[in-house]
């Protein structure tokens, strides 16, 4: 060491020592600026050193998979001890004293494991998305402010809070939530936030409510009017009613035929004039794209049908399949409650599930709820419009739209009579009609469906279960009905206005005032039905009720699951939990079984067609592995595309007549004009469509397979997307069968997002699965621990502890002991 | 002897440092550390780099360990490496190339003595 050192300084003479020191001042400058660029977000790319830190970063989220969850400790948020025991799955059993304690512990819980997931699905309805994502969310986020959702949330906030209930309900939810937030820090953030490089912010009621905004639009934002008007517009009434039936012939409704409503309290709106009503298009004045919609099933048998002799209650939401998951499970127990069932992170309460004495589940009702309307501005007067003759001013909203890294973007946003002014001269998209167009919805009017949630949650019979429901308003619900006396209910639920035939159905005009929405429907006169003789009830997003019911409405609806399910539920007898499980694991195509037949007896006379052959030996089964399946399906693809695509191809969000319709026309109508393809010169028959689809499909395959196999799972590829789209936190390829049209309706994205079979014996004994996990955490083995059984169909039996347990039980692992703390 | 002695001393350093400060504490614990010890510059720089990088190896392993390599795998596959490993690693040589800049920076500033 010694010689070292005198031999450096020998060879270290003042000017070199000096440019050293110039060296060691340019490294320090260099070691800040690697340093700042590390700890710098450059683009998309979240800043390097700050999240690979095995300290603060990423690392931090590596949840130890023997972490213990128990907890002890003293809360200011509560007021009398309280428990919470988390079971095997890491479901939570919350037990308070009061009612504003549970829901502090349940906000408290949803924010502990789910809180980045709360934070962005509340922004995405708020249109907030681009202040944490950037650019690529802008034009997401302008739709939800032109669709009018903070509006809408404003709206039902007033009335959520003017209710003590439900103002209890959120305000200790809310500080619940809060109360995690302001505990993190960096390094206990969700890892997603490390990610996208931004914070937390506080919770406030409003978030609750627009998650249910956010709900509502997802199940009654898509409406066709502007696509039925397009095709009114280019096809003649006559073939409009017959490819766009109301009610599609041989519906199997939701409320049973033969039903007996009592005649309408209000009468039939007279219908204005056509040429009032709806203003007249022409083919150009749309644009066309396409997404697709949701399903869901739920169905109750009698006790006269099940082996118990007890009724049982199944419901299967079809939302879209993310991580992490729009579910969580949870039971809450107070002591004047006891409820168990799939909550949303983001608000309080049980939203489908089953307490001591009634269970319930919930189905899309699909009636149409929200209506366009064309606005005439003033012309020279952007602040103007017509309307009754007059000239009547918009109120004006301003959308401030923050975008990460950009400059705010301000929107003005115009409200009508009607409502805002979705499309206008500066904003308009794909799928719509070119002119200003006003939406009327009724998620915009103040509703307080948590006050639903909550009395559902306490309902003891089915009086207290049609009271809580009133208070349901939009979305409007198929809500499906089991109790311990051995009733069964069904209600078409949800706030309805009393239209005028036609109504709504296309885009209106705006300016005439007997185009206006009129009185609500009375909720009783809302179609439902009880312990009905043949056993059973069951809804799909089918018709709602037979030509019977005295009020017309339209809707979105689909038969094909309805069918199988009816047809399914009136077969069987001394039904066991296991014959539930089976019939939501149905992948059954009835599309195939009714329409393959037909086509393959138009190629007869084919016999060197390998992919023939399978078809003809095939069950119809759409299973994970069926290669028939796959043909089929790409096969009628071919057909349904070619029958109507040279017709209608240019409908705005791609709208073409339902495959069921489709199917039925295929059988009793082998004439309509539409079979010939107007591309070519020739004049095609179904025959030539179906033979000519088949080759189409052949080559097709003949070139896929060479590459991957057929099996149907690969080719549809179910997958649960993580909410950022990032594939490493995502699961692709999912061996599952079933498709949209089948009951289990298993398609690319969408899918069963809840399953659940519940037998009302003495001692409820509840199943459920979900396609997810009940920690957000990617690093967390609880992120997605019910998927393997998810996607075989196998269900857990769900852990319901009894009224004012003690959470004595074998599954519960962890505890938490709360105590209040500080003020008393 | 004195050259493992700075490795470690940096690597509690940083261990120290970063329970309070933030991640970038590390260039500052490798610095000082490096300026107390005098090393020559390429020496100081394997000295930097090893130190953080054992800090961050260990503390990586060790999270990674408990956690059964769950959330590293899906790290590794959001940084397109090949594996779980491959992301700790790369973590690591982050972290070193931190420590080995500021603790050269400071054995050319202190090449004066």
């Known amino acids: 060491m010694a010689y070292y050192k005198k031999n450096n300084e020998r060879h270290i003479s003042v000017h070199t020592r000096q440019q050293s020191r110039i060296w060691g001042v340019l490294l320090s400058v260099l070691t800040i600026l690697w340093v700042y660029i590390l700890n710098t977000p450059i683009g998309a790319l979240p800043p390097l050193g700050k999240i690979l830190d095995p300290q603060s970063g990423c690392m931090a989220n590596a949840e130890p998979v023997k972490k213990s969850f128990d907890l002890n400790t003293a809360m200011s948020g509560i007021s009398k001890d309280s428990k919470v025991w988390y079971d095997d799955r890491l479901v939570p059993h919350i037990q308070a004293a009061n009612d504003h304690d549970l829901y502090y512990i349940q906000g408290y819980v949803h924010a502990t494991f789910r809180l980045w997931q709360m934070d962005m699905q509340t922004r995405a309805a708020a249109g907030r998305l681009s202040e944490v994502a950037g650019e690529k969310t802008f034009e997401f986020d302008r739709k939800q402010r032109r669709k009018g959702m903070v509006y809408a949330a404003e709206n039902s906030l007033r009335a959520a809070e003017d209710d003590p209930r439900t103002k209890e309900m959120l305000d200790a939810y809310t500080a619940g939530v809060n109360a995690v937030i302001s505990s993190l820090s960096y390094s206990s953030y969700p890892i997603e936030y490390k990610l996208m490089n931004f914070v937390p912010e506080p919770w406030s009621n409003i978030k609750s409510i627009l998650l249910m905004k956010y709900m509502a639009d997802d199940l009654t934002g898509k409406t066709d009017d502007i696509a039925h008007s397009y095709f009114r517009t280019i096809l003649l009434p006559d073939n409009y009613n017959n490819l766009f039936p109301d009610k599609i012939a041989g519906s199997t409704p939701v409320i049973p035929e033969g039903t007996h409503f009592p005649p309408a309290s209000l009468p039939t709106p007279a219908a204005p004039q056509e040429q009032n009503a709806f203003p007249a298009y022409k083919a150009e004045d749309f644009g066309y794209e396409r997404e697709e919609g949701k399903g869901s099933n739920n169905w109750a048998v009698r006790g006269s049908k099940t082996k118990s002799g007890v009724p049982i209650l199944c419901n299967d939401p079809h939302l879209a399949l993310n991580l992490p998951s729009l579910w969580y499970e949870v039971q809450l127990q107070t002591p004047d409650m006891n409820v168990y069932g799939a909550s949303l992170p983001g608000a309080p309460g049980v939203v489908i599930g089953f307490n001591d004495h009634i269970s319930w589940g919930l189905t899309n009702n699909y009636r149409d709820v929200k209506d366009y309307y064309e606005i005439k501005t003033v012309k020279g007067n952007p602040d103007k419009y017509w309307f009754s003759d007059k000239q009547v001013p918009f109120k004006k909203r301003i959308e401030h739209i923050q975008i990460k890294g950009q400059k705010t973007f301000a929107d003005t946003v115009r409200y009508t009579i009607h409502g805002p002014l979705i499309y206008d001269e500066q904003y308009n998209e794909n799928g719509s009609l070119k002119r200003p167009l006003a939406v009327c919805w009724m998620g915009h009017r103040a509703s307080n469906e948590m006050l639903a949630v909550y009395m559902l949650n306490r309902a003891a019979k089915y009086n207290e279960f049609t009271e809580a429901i009133q208070h349901f308003e939009c979305p409007a619900q198929n809500m499906i009905y089991a109790d311990k006396a051995g009733n069964i209910a069904l209600w078409g639920q949800g706030r309805f206005v009393n239209k005028w035939y036609n109504q709504g159905e296309f885009v209106m005009n705006g300016w005439d005032s007997s185009t206006l929405w009129g009185d609500y429907i009375p909720m009783n006169e809302n179609p439902h039905a009880m312990n009905p003789e043949q056993g059973f009830l069951s809804s799909a997003n089918q018709c709602v009720t037979d030509s019977t019911y005295p009020y017309w409405y339209n809707g979105d609806y689909s038969e094909l699951r309805a069918w199988r399910i009816n047809q399914a539920l009136s077969e069987m007898s001394d039904i066991t939990v296991s014959d539930m499980f089976a019939l939501q694991n149905d992948d059954y195509s009835i599309l195939a079984g009714t329409i393959l037949p037909v086509m393959l007896g138009y190629c007869q006379d084919i016999n060197n067609n390998k992919y023939l052959d399978t078809l003809r030996k095939w069950d119809g089964r759409l299973t994970a592995t069926s290669m028939a399946g796959t043909i089929f399906q790409l096969w009628w693809r071919n057909v349904y595309l070619g029958i109507w695509n040279d017709d209608l191809g240019h409908s705005p969000d791609h709208l073409l007549p339902l495959a069921e319709r489709t199917m039925q026309l295929m059988i009793t109508d082998t004439t309509i004009r539409y079979y010939d393809d107007r591309a070519t010169p020739e004049k095609e028959t179904l025959r030539d469509i179906v033979r000519r689809s088949l080759t189409r499909t052949t080559d097709s395959l003949t070139r896929k397979s060479k590459e991957e196999s057929l099996e149907w799972y690969l080719a549809k590829n179910t997958s649960v997307t993580h909410l950022a789209k990032i594939p490493a936190f995502s699961f692709t390829g999912l061996k599952t069968g079933g498709w949209g049209n089948t009951v289990n309706a298993m398609k690319g994205n969408h899918g069963p997002s809840w399953r659940m079979v519940v037998q009302m014996s003495k001692e409820t004994e509840a199943w459920g699965v979900y396609p997810g996990g009940q920690s957000g955490n990617p690093g967390s083995r609880y992120y997605a621990t019910f998927l393997p059984n998810w996607v075989e169909g196998k269900y857990y039996r769900l852990l319901f502890l009894s009224p004012q347990t003690t959470g004595q039980d074998a599954r519960i692992i962890y505890t938490w002991n709360l105590k209040p703390a500080g003020k008393e | ?113």
């Not at chain 2, 300026?35 to 999270?63: E, M, N």
């Not at chain 2, 690591?92 to 800049?101: A, C, E, P, S």
Request: proline share 3%.
């Open chain 2, 1 to 113: 002897m004195r050259y493992l002695t700075t490795i470690i001393s940096i690597a509690i350093a940083c261990a120290l440092l970063q329970s309070v400060l933030p991640w970038w504490s590390i260039a500052i614990a490798s610095f000082v550390v490096s300026l107390l010890t005098a090393l020559r510059p390429g020496r100081a720089f394997i000295a930097g780099f090893s130190g953080v990088a054992l800090w961050w190896l260990i503390l990586g392993f060790i999270r990674d360990v408990r956690n059964e390599h769950i959330l590293s795998s899906k790290l590794a596959a959001l940084f397109h490496l090949p594996g779980y490993i491959s992301y700790l690693f790369f973590a690591m040589i982050i972290g070193g190339l931190t420590g080995g800049v500021a603790a050269t920076a400071a054995a050319m500033l202190n090449r004066k003595r």
